[in-house]
């Protein structure tokens, strides 16, 4: 019953590329711009959907509030005496 399947922690034995792959940031970009490419019809959609219904919201939705405020002008205020 010896250690042999377990994995030793020490830095000079870890295999960086076993957990951790290489990435090609290039490629990863090129692949979402031509995902974006083909499914811009479906994104156009959801974003008009969206904006649609954030807007009938807004303009049916019950306030859940009303403030009314007043302002009290004093003439005399800032005025010295002649």
Avoid: C, N
């Avoid at 919201?57 to 306030?63: C, E, H, I, R």
Wanted: glycine share 8%; charged share 20%; net charge negative.
């Amino acid at each position: 019953m010896g250690l042999d399947h377990v994995t030793p922690l020490h830095p000079e034995t870890f295999d960086r590329e076993q957990f951790l792959p290489a990435v090609d940031f290039g490629d990863l970009l090129r692949g979402m711009a031509e995902k974006i490419r083909r499914r811009w019809p479906v994104l156009i959609g959801f974003l008009f959907f969206s904006v649609t219904v954030s807007v009938a919201y807004v303009l049916t939705a019950t306030p859940l509030y009303t403030a009314t405020g007043t302002v009290l002008i004093d003439p005399r205020v800032g005025q010295t005496p002649e």
